[in-house]
C-alpha cells in the first residue's frame, strides 16, 4: 500500500516564524503536490511538483514556498507565518498519467498565533 | 478551464437511506473522474474511479457512472451507514493535460442510527 508520511499531526507556530511541513512518499511517484483545506473553500492547490527539483505554483502560492530535493520526499515553506495561514494542509503523491489517482497523508493541522 | 460542482452539504441521512450526491463537471479534454472519501481526522482516500464513458466505478458499496452526455458522475449507495458518515469530493482529472486534479468543494454526509 502506497503510504504518504507527513510529519507532524499538529503544529502551533507564532507570526513570523519560518515553517517547514514534511511530506515523505514511498512509492515512487513522479508527482507530489501540497494543498490547504479550509471550511467551505474544499482543497486549494499550493504547490506541485513533477519531478525532482521541479515546481509549479497552484492556485495560491503567495506566502509559501517548496523544496523537492529528492523524488521522495516534498517540503512545503512558510517564510514568514501569518495567522491567515492557520489551515489543514494536506499532502498528496501521485504517478504521471492522467488516470492515476491520488494518495494523501492525513494532513497537517496548522495554527499561527 | 475544468470545473467540478457538488452539491452543498451537509446530507443528513438516516440509517439504511438511498444516498445520492450529485456532481457534475466541465473539462476541455477528456478527463477520468474520481471520488473521494475524508474521514474524520484524515486525509482523503480514493473510493472510487472511472475513465471513459459508460464506465461505472464501485467500492464499499458505492456506485457511479461516468455520464459523458450529461457531465455527470453522481454517487450513489443503496443503504448507508453510521460509518459512511464523513467529507465526499468528486475530481476530474483531464489525462491530455498536465494531470493536476480538479477537486469539488466536498459535501459531508450525516448519517443518524
Known amino acids: 500500500d502506497v503510504k504518504v508520511t507527513q510529519s507532524s499531526r499538529y503544529l502551533v507556530k507564532r507570526t513570523g516564524e519560518k515553517v517547514f511541513l514534511e511530506c515523505v512518499q514511498d512509492?515512487?511517484?513522479?508527482?507530489m503536490f501540497w494543498y490547504r483545506q479550509d471550511p467551505g473553500l474544499g482543497l486549494r492547490l499550493i504547490y506541485f511538483s513533477y519531478d525532482v527539483k521541479m515546481k509549479e505554483k497552484g492556485d495560491i502560492p503567495e506566502g509559501y514556498s517548496v523544496s523537492r530535493e529528492k523524488k521522495e520526499r516534498f517540503s512545503l515553506i512558510l517564510e514568514s507565518a501569518s495567522t491567515n495561514q492557520t489551515s489543514m494542509y494536506l499532502c498528496?503523491?501521485?504517478?504521471?498519467?492522467?488516470?492515476?489517482?491520488?494518495?494523501f497523508g492525513n494532513g497537517t493541522r496548522l495554527t499561527v498565533t | 478551464g475544468d470545473s467540478v460542482t457538488q452539491m452543498e452539504g451537509p446530507v443528513t441521512l438516516s440509517e439504511e437511506a438511498f444516498l445520492t450526491i450529485n456532481c457534475t463537471y466541465t473539462a476541455t479534454g477528456y478527463p477520468s473522474l474520481f471520488w473521494y472519501v475524508q474521514y474524520p481526522g484524515e486525509g482523503l482516500q480514493l473510493l472510487l474511479k472511472?475513465?471513459?464513458?459508460?464506465d461505472k466505478g464501485s467500492n464499499k458499496g458505492f456506485e457511479a457512472t461516468y455520464r459523458k452526455e450529461t457531465t455527470s458522475f453522481h454517487l450513489e449507495k443503496g443503504s448507508v451507514q453510521v460509518s459512511d458518515s464523513a467529507v465526499y469530493f468528486c475530481?476530474?482529472?483531464?489525462?491530455?493535460?498536465?494531470?493536476?486534479?480538479?477537486f469539488g468543494r466536498g459535501t459531508s454526509l450525516i448519517v443518524h442510527p
Open positions: 498528496a503523491s501521485s504517478f504521471r498519467v492522467g488516470n492515476s489517482p491520488l494518495h
Open positions: 472511472a475513465t471513459k464513458a459508460d
Open positions: 475530481a476530474l482529472s483531464d489525462q491530455g493535460g498536465s494531470y493536476i486534479p480538479t
Open positions: 512509492m515512487d511517484h513522479e508527482n
